[in-house]
Structures are given as C-alpha cells and as structure tokens.
Antibody, heavy 124, light 112 residues
Framework: EVRLVESGGGLVQPGGSLRLSCAASGFTFSTYGMSWVRQAPGKGLEWVASMNQDGSQTYYVDSVKGRFTISRDNAKNSLHLQMTSLRAEDTAVYYC?????????????????WGQGTLVPVSS | DIVMTQSPDSLAVSLGGMATINCKSSRSLLYINNKNYLAWYQQKPGQPPKVLISWASTRESGVPDRFSGSGSGTDFTLSISNLQAEDVALYFCQQYYSTPRTFGQGTKLEIK
C-alpha cells in the first residue's frame, strides 16, 4: 500500500521556522517527483513546492520563494519542507503528495496519493 | 498563472440524482498530443483529497463508474450519477498544463 505520513507541524510564531517531514512507503520513492500542497482552514488548495526524482531540481510558488526549502533523502524515503520567516498567511494543513502521471515535464503531473496532512498554525 | 473557476460553489442533490460540477480554465488545457491536462479530486470531511479523474475523462482505478469527466479546451464537467450518501464532499478541479499547478476554489456537494 502506498503511504505518505507527514510530521512536524505545530504552532509557530510569526517570523519563526518549522521543518516538516514526510515518510513514504509502498513505492519506489526515488523514481517519483514529490511535492507539498497546502490548504488554509476552510479554503482551497495551493501547490507550494516540488522536487524532481534525484533532488537536483526544485520549484516553488512565488509566495514562498526564498523562505521555504524542499529537500529529499532517497536513501531514507523521506521528503522535507524547511519553512522560515513564517507569516500568518502560511497557516494551513500541509500535504505531502506524489507527482503522478509519469510525464517528463515536472508540472505535467497530477497529485496522487496525498498524505493525511499536518497543521501549521502561525500565530502569536 | 492559469485561473480555474468552478461552478456552482455548492449544490444539493437528492439521493439517486445527478450532480454536475463545472470547471472553466483561463487558458486552454488541450495540448498538441490531444490530451487535456485536467484532474478532478474528491475531499471528504476530515480527509485529504483523492484523485478521481485525470486527463479530463480517465477514471482512476477503483473509482465508481458513477463518476465521469468530460470537456475539452477551457470547459470541463464532473458528473456524478445515482448520487450516494458517501459522495458528500468537496470537489476540486486542477490543471497540470503549466506551472504553477492551480486548483479551482472547490464545490461543496450535499444531499438534498
């Protein structure tokens, strides 16, 4: 069974930092691009960041560029999101997702499956 | 960025009835390979989204055939026939034609 399990969420003050992790199992992790997608409470979905299979390429939504860093450890089947200079508008459930579709162009893939998500409230 | 707009924002349908959700993109999602780069997701309360349909009309494995996707270019539809109680959820469309990958705002489906 393909599983993605996030951890590391929690209350953080504005300007603070947090590192999210995602443990992957049930598939060959190193052969898939991976992404983070977030959902603000009661709101829609927003793609945040992606990384290609070998970790050599990263991509970010404009609003987090320079503040968030996506990384992966293929030996440990894990994905991470280092978040710094956090703002109230970063408050959301953060989902670890696999890029599905097998397309060579990294954005030409949909998201499947999704982890259960980890909540990151940014508040003083 | 490609803007995805869903309609309606919410709808209530009777058990056994048909639900129709529309999704309009600000740019064509039809590529030169004649594929539409659009997916539909279902998010039940307290759960993460789950993909139902990719390539605008290809049902994912295990998805009941009551769910069907149609459309091309900029206009797409998710249809749910013989509505069941377990279909109560938020439904999102998402384009993967260009970066950033963007989602519609969601449509809340309830039982009438």
């Amino acid at each position: 069974e393909v599983r993605l399990v996030e951890s590391g969420g929690g209350l953080v003050q504005p300007g603070g930092s947090l590192r999210l992790s995602c443990a992957a199992s049930g598939f060959t992790f190193s052969t898939y691009g991976m992404s983070w997608v977030r959902q603000a409470p009661g709101k829609g979905l927003e793609w945040v960041a992606s990384m290609n299979q070998d970790g050599s390429q990263t991509y970010y939504v404009d609003s987090v560029k320079g503040r968030f860093t996506i990384s992966r450890d293929n030996a440990k089947n894990s994905l991470h999101l280092q978040m710094t200079s956090l703002r109230a508008e970063d408050t959301a459930v953060y989902y670890c997702v696999r890029d599905e579709g097998g397309q060579s162009v990294w954005w030409n893939n949909w998201f499947d499956p999704w982890g259960q998500g980890t909540l990151v409230p940014v508040s003083s | 960025d490609i803007v995805m707009t869903q309609s309606p924002d919410s709808l209530a349908v009777s058990l056994g009835g048909m639900a129709t959700i529309n999704c309009k993109s600000s740019r064509s999602l039809l590529y030169i390979n004649n594929k539409n780069y659009l997916a539909w997701y279902q998010q039940k309360p307290g759960q993460p989204p789950k993909v139902l349909i990719s390539w605008a009309s290809t049902r994912e494995s295990g998805v009941p055939d009551r769910f069907s996707g149609s459309g091309s270019g900029t206009d797409f539809t998710l249809s749910i026939s013989n509505l069941q109680a377990e279909d109560v959820a938020l439904y999102f469309c998402q384009q993967y034609y260009s970066t950033p990958r963007t989602f519609g705002q969601g449509t809340k489906l309830e039982i009438k």
